[in-house]
């Protein structure tokens, strides 16, 4: 690559890159899903997100790494079909590309899709030669019996060309070698140029695509007896019209079933050690220590915290491991093909069913997914909608609701069954509901064309199952969990306070709760929740405490032995105290799963959407459009319970 520009050293993307002592930048490029990041991460020894389906990373990611003495920064890009189109986050890897000069260009390249990739590559070698394609993947294209000739390919190229599994781990020290002689200058690569002068916009492209056909046809040779059929036969199932749906049910409902029942009895254990054991020795130690210390200390912040631990840690750690398993061998996207259709007839873009997946983990990332959506009219209508996929703060909630007053309406042995049931009934309301919402954007503020685009499926893939639950344990479960850890600890402790600094005879806690009674009630819910909705605005993790605390709190029985001690309390006892201390019935659980399902996204979504959009306008509508929606949507459901006399 030519270096004589003047500016170089001026490229402001170049110098950000460069600091830090690095002697050399390594750009990571190639077609979306071939493996980038995880090739990133064998080269760094970091963790970038993967993630079997294209569009995984939307943002550059930078690491780095020695060898042979020398400092290499290493940026993983975003996917890119080409260098010629444009999307959002393609436009982040092909500024990189043609202006942020990297040393050396890694090209990830899918050996089972050499001819599609190797037209990325060849339109790469034009603008420059400092390249080494990393052939990834090879032990796929080994199970379907595909070989690549990785010499003749170099060739070929005129580049250096490195077979890799990076998964595994295999080939990486090999690229690192090829990386560090093309940037030490120690190869002579001269890559593949195709004259293109003279040619129109049309036959560039045609010569793009008959040079990478004719250079793939020659570099491999296809063992008949490939095994893609299975995959065929799959795709037929999980994608058909009827079963696709049927299969997509059973699938989740398996894995929300298996979340409630398999985390009871690790709850109840972690119940037992940290709220009940663990409350009366924090208490014990404190035992010296003035009243309201004991009290914001043992009752507010270390019951919130234990609470919060003992009830959520058990579940993600179920629900996340199976999540990321599906998304690994490559289901979800089938999911997205399925719901594509759906967001289509709702005027919406159908990639917009892959930030919705996103959004079930955590909305603000689900908001950020949205980059993969280029018309800004449907990308906005995702960022507005993305609020109705349940996050993880929020499951605990349906999780327990469904729990303690659904799944005991039925006899036990059914219980864990209409449990889980009615948590994908919910679920399922969040998807219809994100698709009225946007249909009914689409045909009023936010009216347009909708964009065509082909949805590419990703193959199935084999997933590592160990070291997916060890992964998705640290990276996700654990986050959400120090999350919630971190929002509950001051939230306990404002709880306490609230409950036990009085004004006028009565807490603070009381004077509010009361106010917003009439108001609750006509909800079908009750002041208490409305003030937990209220305290838990930066995290919806903590909402069931904090409705726990108030409802002994505050409740005609009084709890505890001091206000604001949040009992220890087990799953059915759970269920008496609110219906005892606090008058809850059906119709509050119900309206509290509905209005959790629906309410105003978290701070930090919030915040998200500010960044993301820039619009105070259209921060707001998403703000305030979903909390209309739940107040509307649970005062109908309550005032239609009186009219029939259920409440
Ligand atoms: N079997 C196998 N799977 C791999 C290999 N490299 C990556 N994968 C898997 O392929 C999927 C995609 O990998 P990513 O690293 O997220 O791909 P990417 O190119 O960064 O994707 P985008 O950022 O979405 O463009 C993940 O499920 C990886 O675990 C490999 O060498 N062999
Ligand atoms: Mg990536």
Redesign the pocket.
């Known amino acids: 690559m030519s270096h004589d520009c003047g500016s170089c050293a001026l490229n402001p993307q170049r110098l950000e890159v460069v600091a830090g002592g690095y002697d050399y930048v390594v750009a990571?490029a190639?077609?979306?899903?071939?493996?980038?990041?995880?090739?990133?991460?064998a080269l760094t020894g970091l963790r970038?997100?993967?993630?079997?389906?294209?569009?995984?990373?939307?943002t550059r990611a930078e690491g780095g790494y020695r060898f042979n003495g020398h400092g290499y920064k290493v940026v993983?890009l975003?996917?890119v079909y080409s260098l010629r189109s444009a999307t959002g986050e393609e436009d982040v890897a092909r500024d990189f590309l043609q202006h942020g000069t990297p040393d050396v260009t890694v090209v990830?390249v899918d050996a089972t899709r050499l001819e599609r990739n190797l037209n990325l590559v060849l339109q790469i070698l034009q603008v420059t030669d400092k390249v080494v394609v990393a052939l990834?993947?090879?032990?796929?294209a080994e199970?379907h019996g595909i070989t690549v000739d990785t010499r003749h390919l170099a060739r070929e190229l005129g580049v250096p060309v490195t077979a890799?599994?990076?998964?595994?781990g295999?080939g990486i020290t090999e690229l690192q070698e090829s990386i560090d002689l093309v940037a030490r200058g120690k190869v002579a690569s001269r890559g593949r140029r195709l004259r293109l002068d003279d040619l129109s916009e049309d036959e560039v492209v045609v010569a793009f695509f008959a040079e990478a056909g004719r250079i793939a046809r020659s570099s491999i040779t296809v063992d008949g007896r490939a095994r893609l059929t299975v995959d065929r036969m799959l795709d037929r199932a999980l994608t058909h019209r009827v079963w696709g749906f049927v299969v997509m049910g059973l699938l989740f409902f398996g894995v929300f079933w298996f979340t409630i029942t398999g985390a009871a009895v690790p709850s109840d254990f972690l119940y037992r050690l940290l709220v009940q054991d663990g409350h009366v020795l924090v208490r014990e130690l404190l035992s010296g220590a003035p009243w309201w210390i004991t009290g914001l200390v043992a009752d507010g912040i270390y019951l919130g915290t234990a609470w919060v631990i003992a009830v959520m840690l058990p579940p993600m750690a179920i629900f996340f491991p199976l999540f990321t398993l599906l998304?690994?061998f490559?289901y979800l996207p089938r999911v997205a093909f399925n719901l594509d259709r759906l967001f289509a007839s709702a005027g919406a873009h159908g990639k917009q069913s892959l930030s919705m997946m996103m959004g079930y983990g955590c909305n603000a990332a689900g908001v950020t997914a949205t980059r993969i959506i280029d018309s800004p009219r449907e990308r906005m209508i995702a960022i507005v909608t993305n609020n109705f996929s349940i996050c993880n703060g929020r499951w605990p909630t349906l999780i327990l609701m469904g729990t303690v007053f659904i799944g005991t309406l039925v006899p036990p042995a059914l219980a864990g069954l209409v449990a889980a049931g009615s948590v994908v009934l919910v679920a399922v309301l969040g998807i219809v509901t994100t698709l009225v919402v946007s249909w009914g954007l689409s045909k009023t503020v936010l009216r347009g064309a909708t964009s065509v685009y082909s949805l590419e499926l990703?193959p199935y893939?084999?997933?590592?199952v160990l070291r997916t639950i060890y992964t998705s344990v640290i990276d996700r479960t654990l986050k959400v969990l120090w999350r919630a850890i971190v929002m509950a600890a001051p939230a306990g402790a404002v709880i306490w306070l609230i409950g036990n600094v009085s004004v006028d005879g009565s807490s603070i806690a009381a004077h509010v709760s009361h106010g917003l009674d009439p108001l609750g009630l006509a909800l079908g819910l009750n002041g208490i929740i409305l003030l937990a909705y209220l305290v838990a605005i930066p995290a919806n993790e903590i909402i069931i405490p904090t409705i726990l605390m108030l409802t002994m709190t505050l409740g005609p029985i009084q709890y505890g032995v001091s206000s604001g001690v949040m009992l220890e309390l087990a799953d059915t006892e759970t269920g008496s105290v609110l219906v005892q201390a606090g008058g809850w019935t059906v119709l509050t659980a119900i309206n509290l799963m509905l209005f959790s399902m629906l309410h105003n996204p978290c701070s930090t979504t919030i915040l998200t959407i500010w960044k993301e959009t820039r619009s105070l306008k259209w921060t707001t509508t998403a703000t305030l459009l979903p909390l209309a929606l739940a107040f509307g949507v649970t005062f109908a459901t309550a005032g239609l319970a009186r009219l029939a006399g259920w409440a």
């Open positions: 990571v190639g077609n979306p899903n071939t493996g980038k990041s995880t090739v990133f991460n970038q997100r993967s993630g079997n389906w294209p569009g995984t990373t939307v993983d975003p996917g990830v990834n993947l090879v032990d796929e199970r890799t599994a990076a998964r595994r295999r998304e690994d490559g990703p893939r084999p997933p590592q």
